[in-house]
């Protein structure tokens, strides 16, 4: 994954600046997750990963269906095909949103529980959270049963393990 970020991060950043200069940068993050859920089909990743389908193809193919995209996209599509780096869309779109919410002084934080939360814990939770990055949160809560209790958070590179399995797994580890 570190080479695809590499890759992809100087594609990230242009787009990132020329979203920014343009005042679209959700126009471009909806475009971007509009090309990353096309390349994510199978159907359409084994056409543009076959070696006989012409970049002319698999770019008409894809403006095709992407028809919803702006000139600008198209460009971009047109780039990432001449430059064969179409399989870094995901990243791209990826890191893209990391520059988006550290430009707009939040952080997007994924957050697996054991049960679900009621309204006001998931408040509370969240409120701690921003407390504790010192931001604010963009909260993507999944219950996840085999945590067995409690919570495990990323936020970034940060990653806190609050949850029954962790705890047991760190004790393993201790008597080993």
Not at 42 to 70: H, M, Q, Y
Not at 80 to 106: C, S, V
Not at 114 to 128: C, I, N, P, R, V
């Amino acid at each position: 994954m570190s080479e695809l970020a590499t890759l992809a991060r100087p594609y990230a950043a242009a787009v990132f600046k020329r979203a920014k200069e343009t005042g679209k940068t959700e126009h471009w993050s909806k475009n971007l997750a509009l090309l990353s859920a096309v390349l994510a089909d199978d159907a359409v990743l084994a056409i543009v990963n076959n070696p006989k389908v012409t970049g002319a193809r698999v770019s008409a193919l894809l403006l095709d269906i992407c028809e919803g995209l702006d000139q600008e996209g198209n460009n971009f599509l047109k780039l990432l095909i001449q430059n064969n780096r179409l399989t870094l869309l995901p990243a791209i779109a990826q890191i893209f949103e990391t520059l988006k919410a550290e430009d707009e002084g939040y952080i997007e934080v994924e957050v697996l529980t054991a049960y679900a939360f009621s309204k006001e814990a998931k408040q509370d939770f969240s409120a701690k959270l921003e407390k504790n990055l010192n931001k604010k949160v963009h909260m993507n809560v999944t219950v996840d049963k085999s945590l067995i209790g409690g919570v495990l958070v990323r936020a970034g590179d940060r990653v806190m393990d609050g949850s029954i399995r962790g705890q047991l797994q760190q004790m393993q580890k201790a008597l080993l």
